[in-house]
């Protein structure tokens, strides 16, 4: 197990809109060790989901160097980026992304069905998954028959399927009332402290940046503030 989830050096993203260039990252280091709960926050177009995205693998820098788990994956192929992605990283999104009129249980095993992992497997760790959020007892519950709070606990569990040394969560409370973020939250907590998770969060929320061990304040591009 490397020392640091995530290594960041001098990335910069550069996009080309027409005939304009948009600096989008302008040269962001940071070191992120394994096991800490880190939130990225910042207005919008400062660049945090910009950072997000080539963190989770899902774009490449303009230049810079991105260290995840101790291997530098800067310069690797679209292919090989997807392949980190299933092994190591988690995704959850403000928008839950569930599929609609099918059970929580069929939501979570979707992905081991693409892996080709058998029905038993499938069925067993997706039961796991779910447990391991508080929703045992709720996998024959269609998405339309649970709260917006269980079904962001769905997608946290769909996340945990394939045991990732890391958690992205953009936004994973933007369309929950104030209870149920803290309900969300304390599960993200749990994972982080209890299970030794590490987790990025992109949020815009000064009450749910507070409950992460660390905030990044991105502005322009950059990280101006620490704390």
């Known amino acids: 197990m490397n020392a640091d989830i995530i290594r960041l050096e001098n990335i910069t993203k550069t996009y080309i ?12 280091s940071n070191i992120i060790p394994t096991g800490d709960f880190v939130a990225i926050m910042g207005a919008s177009g ?36 997807a392949g980190i ?17 099918t059970t ?3 939501n979570v095993e979707l992905p081991l069905i693409y892996a080709n992992v058998s029905h038993k497997e499938r069925l067993a760790r997706a039961r796991a998954s779910l447990a391991a959020v508080g929703l045992k007892g709720r996998e024959a519950h269609k998405t339309n028959q649970l ?9 946290i569990a769909r996340a945990l399927l394939n045991k990732p040394r890391l958690i992205l969560a953009d936004e994973p409370t933007g369309n929950l009332d ?9 599960v993200f907590e749990r994972l ?10 992109v949020t815009h929320e ?5 409950r992460a061990k660390r905030r990044l304040h991105m502005k322009d591009g950059l990280v101006v503030r620490e704390d």
């Not at 709260?147 to 997608?155: F, I, L, P």
């Not at 104030?178 to 304390?186: F, G, V």
């Open 206 to 210: 000064p009450d749910i940046g507070a």
């Open 85 to 101: 992605r299933n092994r190591k990283i988690g995704f959850v999104f403000q928008s839950f992304n569930l599929l609609p009129r």
């Open 104 to 106: 929580a249980l069929e």
């Open 46 to 81: 400062s660049g945090k989901s910009t950072l997000m995205n080539i963190i989770g693998c899902l774009d490449k820098p303009t230049s810079g160097r991105y260290f995840l788990d101790g291997e530098d994956i800067s310069t690797l192929s679209r292919d090989a980026l």
């Open 147 to 155: 709260s917006g709070g269980e079904q962001q606990r769905v997608a």
């Open 17 to 28: 809109v027409g005939e304009t260039e948009v600096r989008a990252l302008r040269g962001v």
């Open 192 to 201: 982080n402290h209890e299970d030794g998770i590490s987790i990025v969060m």
């Open 178 to 186: 104030s209870k149920t973020s803290d309900e969300i939250m304390n």
